[in-house]
């Protein structure tokens, strides 16, 4: 009964050895000869084919540069949100909900969607992929204000940004805000 006992025992062990190694080869690390592609070691050269690699594109970066009270924020409030808006690249870099507290008991807290913190790094960023000059990520912009507010009775709310390249290429970038009825409540 002894002998039986260790032979299921030992039959137990290599089965599991058998099911690790099988899904190490199917769901482990990559093999170390092929290059895993991260967001900290992309290029424009990993940009697909069918776009053409831009000239103006620099290095990705994790980090955000663009929330720095030098480079200039514009805060945006509304009915809804409080935004920041950083002038370098035109990153939406804090996104606020006023109204909705972060739970009951920390009711003058409001709930942060996006966030320029290092432990918790979420912004909404965009650019332009082109040949030609045109704004990326990191470009700086212009804004004829600061502060934009919501007037209780306006519907909408555009903030312009405007970039100009060194060949007197300009872009204008609006970020709006629509009424309600427009994102699909009543």
Not at 18 to 45: C, F, I, M, S
Not at 54 to 78: F, H, W
Not at 135 to 158: F, G, I, K, M
Not at 161 to 171: A, F, K, N, Q, V
Request: charged share 20%; hydrophobic share 35%; with cysteine.
């Amino acid at each position: 009964m002894e002998s039986l006992r260790f032979i299921l025992l030992f039959s137990l062990g290599i089965v599991l050895v058998l099911l690790w190694n099988a899904w190490q080869q199917d769901y482990g690390p990559a093999q170390t000869g092929q290059r895993q592609t991260t967001p900290e070691n992309k290029t424009a050269a990993d940009i697909p084919p069918s776009i053409p690699a831009p000239t103006n594109a620099p290095e990705i970066s994790p980090q955000i540069t663009g929330a720095t009270q030098e480079e200039g924020v514009i805060e945006v409030i509304t009915d809804i949100y409080k935004a920041h808006i950083s002038l370098r690249g035109g990153s939406i870099v804090s996104l606020d909900l006023p109204k909705f507290p972060v739970s009951l008991k920390e009711t003058y807290k409001p709930v942060r969607i996006l966030r320029n913190e290092p432990q918790t790094l979420y912004v909404a960023q965009g650019g332009l992929l082109s040949t030609s000059p045109a704004p990326t990520h990191d470009s700086p912009y212009t804004s004829p204000s600061r502060a934009y507010v919501l007037n209780p009775d306006a519907e909408s709310l555009e903030v312009p940004l405007y970039w100009e390249s060194g060949d007197g290429i300009t872009c204008a970038r609006k970020i709006c805000r629509a009424p309600l009825s427009m994102a699909g409540r009543p």
